[in-house]
């Protein structure tokens, strides 16, 4: 471990004189096991997001064994900008305009990722076209993946651990998670793509009309609606 650690200390330092990017999430990197997630317990967005112009997007991680026991956890990437890293038992969700993410799981070695192309490891890679009005449900999980839905209302997408997965099954799992200390932003893709209307439900992500009722007065306090922590 020494020698990759020292490894990747002198690739950095190359890197920092050539310019090249460095993969760290130094900080951000405990597991549940070292600090678990400590946010408020899963309540849906509901309507209180743009869905006239952007996606919803919900990424998570099941509770497991595996997940809770872990010391270091794997980050999640848009567009090459690491967004967070993802406890066992955590969720979060972001606002995505209409486009193209490309979105990518890594896993590193004590907060270092990797340094330009030269990565400790990649696990998961995958495109994610969004349409406005959508909910998308990401679901990570290293020892249990989910099984294909043969009638699920969405399109297989997903590498490895990280899959898309229908809102049936992500609405029997996202109220045992409790929210991360990241997220809740607004994401622009690389190329942002114009769309007249809000799209009809469909295959392809969920939709608004499907989403958990919820009382358009905003809510006050962490008992009458959703809050972050």
């Known amino acids: 471990m020494i020698k990759i650690v020292s490894l990747f200390a ?13 993969h760290q999430s130094i900080g951000d990197n405990f597991g549940s096991y070292v600090s678990g997630p400590d946010g408020q317990a899963f309540k849906p967005v509901g309507p209180r997001w743009d869905y006239e112009n952007t996606a919803l997007l919900y990424v998570y991680r099941p509770a497991t064994e595996w997940s809770m026991d872990e ?10 900008e690491r967004l967070f890293n993802l406890k066992g038992g955590a969720y979060t969700w972001y606002e995505l305009e209409p486009g ?9 070695l004590l907060g270092l990722e990797g340094v330009g192309d030269l990565v400790i ?7 994610l076209e969004a349409q ?36 049936t099954l992500a609405l029997t799992e996202l109220p045992v998670t409790k929210m991360l200390h990241r997220g809740r932003d607004r994401l622009q893709p690389e190329q942002p793509v114009a769309y007249a209307a809000v799209p009809q439900p469909g295959r392809g992500g969920d939709t608004l009309d499907s989403l958990p009722a919820v009382d358009n007065e905003a809510p006050n306090t962490k008992e009458q609606g959703w809050w972050p922590f």
């Not at 002198?10 to 920092?16: E, S």
């Not at 193209?100 to 590193?108: A, K």
């Not at 490891?121 to 495109?127: E, F, G, H, Y």
């Open 71 to 80: 010391l270091e956890t794997p980050s999640f990437n848009v567009d090459g």
């Open 10 to 22: 002198a690739a950095g330092l190359l890197a920092v004189l050539q310019g090249c990017t460095i």
């Open 121 to 127: 490891k990649t696990l998961s890679r995958l495109q």
């Open 100 to 108: 193209s993410y490309n979105l990518v799981m890594r896993r590193g």
């Open 132 to 167: 406005p009005g959508k909910v998308y449900y990401l679901r990570y999980s290293e020892i249990d993946p989910p099984k294909i839905i043969p009638d699920q209302d969405v399109n297989p997408l997903g590498d490895g651990p990280l899959q898309m997965v229908s809102p």
